[in-house]
């Protein structure tokens, strides 16, 4: 004859409230994850919005009319945020004996700026990046024809100094090879004084037939953010997705009572649900 036992819910409600319970340091450490991670997706809306006020104020400031390039007394404000890509003027007399070469790669393939100090009225001098000339014509003796004499006025963009080297190859003002327009060390190293912080790059318009390749400035910003928060929020929701799984699931489970006839003792002890113990028949 079956004998039924009852397991009681009390009972069993501690081992499976045991089982499912993961350690409090873990947690701790989805909450923070969770936090987390929803900080990183509004930081990349935030970076978003920066960048699209950035790409704004650039195209503004490449588009409008060329103005001089600031004076020499604000020279130590000019900065990135506030300056660079500007469209500018600068008239002067070049000083190609004083060129300096530095490696590229452009559209037309890789080859060499040509950076070249323009030497102003009032004594100062301003590098010129008047362009781009592919390796075969890295002699100054093969564009001579490029090389106009006396004044002459460039129109272009301003650009920030780009010190210490490119990616991963720092310049080598000794050995004449450079990978970065770093005004301060080739100013040094041609022996320059009273150099603005910035150089020029000229744009087509000031090209010299037989010069340099000029108007080959690239602007570009990468705006990824939109996506990278989206990835963010979508990694929390899924964290609260499971955090929901491993502590309110059991909010959600329906009760289940099993009638008995009337008069029956042991009917209370064999409802079912979450409420309710296992019933386990033994033979």
């Known amino acids: 004859m079956s004998e039924i036992r009852a397991v009681t819910g009390r009972d069993e409600g501690t081992r499976g409230r045991a089982a499912r319970t993961p350690p409090l340091w873990l947690t701790a450490l989805s909450l923070a994850a969770f936090v987390a991670l929803i900080a990183l997706g509004v930081w990349q ?136 327009r770093d005004v301060a060390a080739i100013a040094a190293a041609r022996g320059l004084h009273e150099v603005a912080p910035f150089f020029v790059d000229a744009e087509a318009g000031s090209q010299i037939a037989g010069g340099p390749i000029g108007g080959l400035t690239v602007i570009r910003f990468p705006n990824n953010h939109l996506i990278y928060a989206l990835t963010w929020f979508a990694l929390a929701f899924m964290l609260a997705g499971r955090l929901f799984v491993t502590f309110g699931g059991g909010l959600f489970r329906r009760r289940r009572v099993v009638q008995a006839p009337d008069g029956d003792p042991d009917a209370a002890r064999r409802r079912t649900g979450s409420d309710a113990g296992t019933i386990v028949e033994q033979n």
């Open 45 to 180: 809306i935030e970076r978003r919005a920066w960048k699209l006020a950035l790409i704004d104020r650039v195209e503004q400031r490449v588009h409008a009319p060329a103005a001089p390039i600031p004076s020499p007394a604000s020279w130590p404000a000019v900065s990135a945020a506030n300056d660079e890509y500007r469209h500018v003027n600068v008239a002067g007399r070049f000083l190609h004996d004083r060129e300096t070469l530095v490696q590229a790669v452009t559209e037309e393939g890789p080859g060499y700026w040509v950076l070249t100090p323009l030497q102003r009225d009032d004594g100062t001098q301003v590098l010129v990046n008047r362009g781009f000339v592919p390796s075969e014509r890295r002699d100054a003796s093969t564009r001579r024809d490029g090389n106009l004499e006396g004044q002459v006025e460039i129109t272009g963009l301003l650009r920030i100094t780009e010190p210490k080297g490119g990616f991963l190859r720092n310049n080598v003002p000794q050995h004449n090879r450079w990978y970065s």
